[in-house]
């Protein structure tokens, strides 16, 4: 008895003083480390998903939502790793669920899990939001072994910093280390703050050469209005995840007032109601947008007719 509560009281003082390995097993409903009077509850409500008994946390880097519970039906976009999801409903071996961008739709229930402990009920001090391509979670603060890869737009709950470095909750109970660039950290209570045309130009930058995937929104694959909707997410913005839904978005102005940051919309005739895609304009005379036709991420002329079409209008968004 006497060394079982020495064992206790050691996992204890282990647990508050910050010792110990990342990537490791968390337990409790707090964190377990740092000044504690600075620590808060994750919010009930994480990226316009109700936190509920019907609330899932999505465990893959990326993941397919399909139409149908088959893989040959329509992807009608992604979900990424630690994402808050509503469940809706199941069927064998597939999840219904509602995604923050709006979406409905299946995913294989092995990459949904209904532990949200990474997401709420534990007590944490800031949020990070992967602004790189593609970032890895370490083991330790100072490197270690990778524990998961994941892409811009992923949200993690932090609860203890060693320099530059911070420890996050993950799925599955565990937690792990981000350092080094392509990160933001912000308050728990904070919105993302809004950068500059400018800004949200250089994040779409970041994905060049991203392979094109239809209702694609991340490092494994993108159309351009996932790399619009995930770009505005890092940059301040919530922007829609649809063609049309970004053509009724923001203030309608002529190409030849057009800066950095803005939207432009391409056609393969002079049709304003046959929009055949979107760009993100990166100033002197090229946007980038996600090529169907030529199958990845690229620049092109503003003055040129381009592989999906030719500019035709564009939008504001950043005033």
């Known amino acids: 008895m006497f060394r079982k509560i020495i064992g206790l009281l050691a996992i204890f003082i282990l647990a508050f003083t910050g010792c110990g390995t990342a990537s490791r097993e968390v337990s409790g409903n707090k964190a377990a480390q740092g000044d504690q009077s600075a620590a808060k509850l994750v919010p009930e409500e994480v990226n ?6 019907s609330t899932a946390v999505v465990t893959d880097m990326v993941v397919d939502v399909f139409s149908e519970p088959n893989v040959r039906s329509q992807r009608i976009t992604q979900v990424i790793y630690n994402q808050a999801v509503s469940v809706l409903d199941e069927a064998g071996s597939w999840i219904r669920i509602s995604a923050a961008d709006g979406s409905i739709g299946w995913v294989r229930s092995k990459f949904i899990d209904r532990n949200i402990s990474s997401i709420n009920g534990r007590s944490c001090t800031h949020r990070i939001i992967i602004t790189g391509k593609e970032k890895s979670i370490f ?5 270690g072994i990778t524990v998961k890869d994941v892409v811009m737009g992923t949200v993690f709950y932090a609860f203890n910093n060693s320099d530059t470095a911070y420890e996050v909750y993950l799925p599955g109970n565990v937690t792990g280390w981000l350092r080094g660039s392509g990160i933001i950290h912000i308050g728990l209570d904070a919105g993302v703050p809004m950068t500059s045309g400018e800004d949200f130009a250089a994040s779409a930058l ?14 494994m694959g993108i159309d351009s209005p996932g790399m619009i909707y995930i770009c505005s997410k890092i940059n301040g913005l919530d922007m829609p995840r649809d063609l049309k839904g970004l053509m009724n978005y923001g203030e309608e102005i002529s190409l030849d007032s057009i800066a950095a940051g803005d939207i432009v919309f391409l056609c393969e005739s002079e049709d304003m109601n046959n929009i055949s895609g979107a760009g993100i304009y990166m100033g002197n005379g090229q946007y ?11 620049l092109e002329g503003l003055n040129e007719s381009g592989s999906d079409g030719k500019p035709l209008f564009a939008r504001r968004i950043f005033r």
Request: aromatic share 6%.
């Open 206 to 219: 970041k994905l060049k050469g991203t392979s094109y995937l239809s209702n694609g929104l991340s490092a």
């Open 139 to 143: 083991s330790d603060p100072l490197g």
């Open 48 to 53: 316009g998903i109700a936190v509920n008994e």
């Open 288 to 298: 980038i947008h996600a090529s169907r036709a030529l199958g990845y991420v690229r």
